[in-house]
C-alpha cells in the first residue's frame, strides 16, 4: 500500500508537498523516493526519486519523470531533470514535450529563466 506523507509547508510565499513511499530530511535535502508526486513552488512533479535542497530551491528528479508548471506553459516527460526553483533554470534528460505551443523531443532540454 502507497504510504502518502504530507511534509511541510514552508511559507506563504512557497510551500512545499511532497507524497511518496519514503521521505527524509538529510541536512538541508528533502529526498523523496518511491511514487514521488509532489508541488514544488510553481510545478508539479512526478518521478521516482527527487531530491530537493530547501535553502538554493534545487530540485533534481530521476526515473520516469513528469513536469507541468502549474501555468500549464511547460510540459515534460523525460528520465532526469534539475531545475532551480530562485532562477526559473534547470535541464532535463531524454524530454519529450511541449513549451507553450512548441512540442519537443531531445536528449537535453535546458531552460532559460
Excluded at 14 to 41: C, H, M, P, T, W
Excluded at 42 to 49: G, P, V
Amino acid at each position: 500500500m502507497l504510504l502518502l506523507l504530507f511534509l511541510l509547508a514552508l511559507s506563504v510565499s512557497f510551500s512545499l508537498e511532497v507524497f511518496a513511499n519514503r521521505v527524509e530530511k538529510v541536512g538541508r535535502e528533502l529526498i523523496a523516493q518511491g511514487e514521488v508526486e509532489g508541488y514544488y513552488d510553481n510545478y508539479y512533479i512526478k518521478a521516482n526519486y527527487t531530491r530537493y535542497h530547501l535553502d538554493t530551491k534545487e530540485l533534481y528528479a530521476e526515473g520516469d519523470v513528469y513536469i507541468r508548471s502549474l501555468d500549464n506553459r511547460l510540459e515534460v516527460k523525460g528520465s532526469k531533470a534539475w531545475i532551480n526553483l530562485n532562477t526559473d533554470v534547470g535541464y532535463f534528460i531524454d524530454a519529450d514535450g511541449r513549451f507553450e505551443r512548441f512540442y519537443l523531443s531531445a536528449k537535453r532540454v535546458d531552460k532559460d529563466g
